[in-house]
Nanobody, 130 residues
Framework: QVQLVESGGGLVQAGGSLRLSCVAS????????MGWFRQAPGKEREFVTA?????????????AYADSVKGRFTISRDNAKNTVDLQMNSLKPEDTAVYYC??????????????????WGQGTQVTVSS
């Protein structure tokens, strides 16, 4: 079991920045791809970004971003601290949603379907005002 806890959400004006953090605990020695998803009211959960495992068992690392956030959002992870961060710049009102951290057992491949993720955080609200 892996427990994920997000933090860093809040209210920001359009054009502003926020940094979300996700801390993993439990069986963090396993290898996981870490992702961020978001869900706005009345909409389906959507892929935002993900980053594969990189470490002793796999030297490569890759990231992927939804087209809507490419160039504005940056994902990063620190395996020593069991954290994954999401830096969000140039925020837009359409970025408003609950953001979820997730872990997938597909540890060398980016998966964009939320059903491929095994563990989820409770979510953190991001609200961007116009």
């Amino acid at each position: 079991q892996v427990q994920l806890v997000e933090s860093g959400g809040g209210l920001v004006q359009a054009g502003g920045s926020l940094r979300l953090s996700c801390v993993a605990s439990g069986r963090t020695s396993n290898r996981y791809t870490m992702g961020w998803f978001r869900q706005a009211p009345g909409k389906e959960r959507e892929f935002v970004t993900a980053i594969t495992y990189s470490g002793y068992y796999y030297s490569g690392s890759s990231t992927a971003y939804a087209d809507s956030v490419k160039g504005r959002f940056t994902i990063s992870r620190d395996n020593a601290k069991n954290t994954v961060d999401l830096q969000m710049n140039s925020l837009k009102p359409e970025d408003t949603a609950v953001y979820y951290c997730a872990a997938s057992g597909y540890w060398t491949v980016i998966r964009r379907d939320w059903t491929d993720y095994d563990y989820w955080g409770q979510g953190t609200q991001v609200t961007v005002s116009s």
